[in-house]
């Protein structure tokens, strides 16, 4: 069986960024377990410290673990400013450790994503593609950008176009991974 994970840059219980990650478990393809990593909050920043020094921090091993143990990475940002959240970008660095030899190196890697603004939504997912790419990942070209305000009720798992855009970019992700 395939193991998908799914990291979400908002933290934030109720956010459509979190459906939008449901969205994709929800759909994955058949052979393909997707598991949504709960806890990116409680990764310290990195530190170039904290990686010279052993030994890392627990929440570090765990989540240095479960990316090693996937086969493909899919990565749901919002949208802060035009950027990922920190806590997205500071999963993808720790991911980048020890850089050419961490757990994000050579896997692949789709980017999905949330916010109100298409502009600033279309260019934090760039942003966090190209993130995962210098970080060593193979990030495939499929994405899907969701604009909050054309939500019903902002659930993306009721708008078909959406579902479908997310079906998509997963099937892409597991055909890479394949």
Known sequence: ???????????RGGSVNRKLAQVAADNAPDGAAVEVYSGLELLPHFNQDLEDNPPLPDEVVR?????????????????????????????????????GDGPITNKPVAVIGAAFNPEGGAQSIRFASSASAVAGGNVVEQTAFVAIG?????????????????????????????
Do not use: C, H
Request: no cysteine.
């Open 1 to 11: 069986m395939m193991k998908l994970l799914v990291l979400v840059g908002s933290v």
């Open 63 to 99: 989540f240095k673990d479960a990316v090693s143990q996937a086969d493909a990475l899919l990565l749901v940002t919002p949208a802060y400013n035009g950027a990922p959240s920190a806590v997205l970008k500071n999963a993808i660095d720790w991911a980048s450790r020890p850089y």
């Open 150 to 178: 054309g939500l019903e009720d902002g659930e993306p798992s009721k708008d078909p176009k959406v579902v479908d855009a997310v079906k998509a970019v997963v099937a892409a992700l597991t055909a890479a991974a394949a």
